[in-house]
């Protein structure tokens, strides 16, 4: 396996070999933030493949100094960002049938409880749709590709406060939407690890 | 320093994601310890990322579709082939754009000295006929330009010999 060094060397100067392993160093990656992003699994597969091809064409303008893995994350929300801009604002994306027909059905679960299962998250993936893209963009790479605030900002090139506000703004938009679906967490007791972070 | 519940709600994001600076974690859960109200959000706040977690738990038992590093390197493959393409009928262009270039400017070149023959064994032909314009009026008239140099240039000796003529024509006038 190369080092990052290398993948970058070897991006840049568009070897396929090297390419192919970078494309499945980081497909998980481009591919279930698109999902997120762009709610189904179509239009997942779609901007990914973009994605490449766009790292594909940039890539021999790379700087030598580039973490890859902010850059690919640039890209990909800024391509993700762009598709559901020229996407019909208003046309809800989710397909339900399409999304969650391999969602979880625990065994044991009778089929009522199964169908709520499967309307909450269906109101979950709505609840995202109704952030805008840089709402969700951030929820998207905090929650769900686990980056810090400050790696937020260094990806999407935006100062740390803005980064924080929109994540704020993103959270209360979330909690606005999804007050029917939201079960209350039993109280949790925060060990000293937590406490200091 | 005591966190009221105001300094919590500007705090959520952070405390749950624990990005929130060691002192202000602290004085987070000091507060949440005495609070009832924010504890309850608290857990309001909890159980609406476990539902996104949902979601994630269903998501992390796939991996991205084998289908999409095919489809890369597919699209790779045309992209290539297509600027090739692009490259070469640029070149084309290129030439083609240069031969007209080319073509055009010896079109002219050709045509402006043949008028300039034309022009020249015309006047050697014929008399030449001074004109009274001036630098300024030359400027605006390219045809003023033409034959004022041209005066210049061919009348030269013409003016000597008018000179001669008329010094030689004095004296007969005198003489009458």
Redesign the interface.
Known sequence: MRSEQDLVEGVKQQDPGIFEEFVRRYQQRVYFTSLRMMGKREDALDAAQDIFLKIWKYAPKLQDAVVLERWVYRVTINACIDRLRSRNVHESHLNKNNVLMFSLAEPGMNPRDYARRLEDLGNVREALDGLTERQRAIFVLRHFQNLKIKEIAEVMSMPLGTVKATLHQAFYKLKELLSDVVVEQPERKIDDTEQTG | MRFKCDDLK?R???YI??????HE??LF?HH?DECEDC??E???????????D??????DSM???T???Y???R??RF?EEWSKKQKQSMRKWIIGAAAACALIIFGLWGAYQNQLDARLSAKENSTFQPIKASIIDSIYDPDIVIQYHEHEILQKPKKVDASVDEKEKEPTEENK
């Open positions: 500007e959520w994001p952070e994601y624990r990005e929130l600076p060691e974690q602290s859960v949440l504890r309850a608290e857990r309001q706040w909890r159980g609406m990322l476990s539902e996104f949902s979601i994630v738990l269903f998501d991996e991205a579709p289908e999409l590093l489809r890369v390197k699209q790779i992209y």
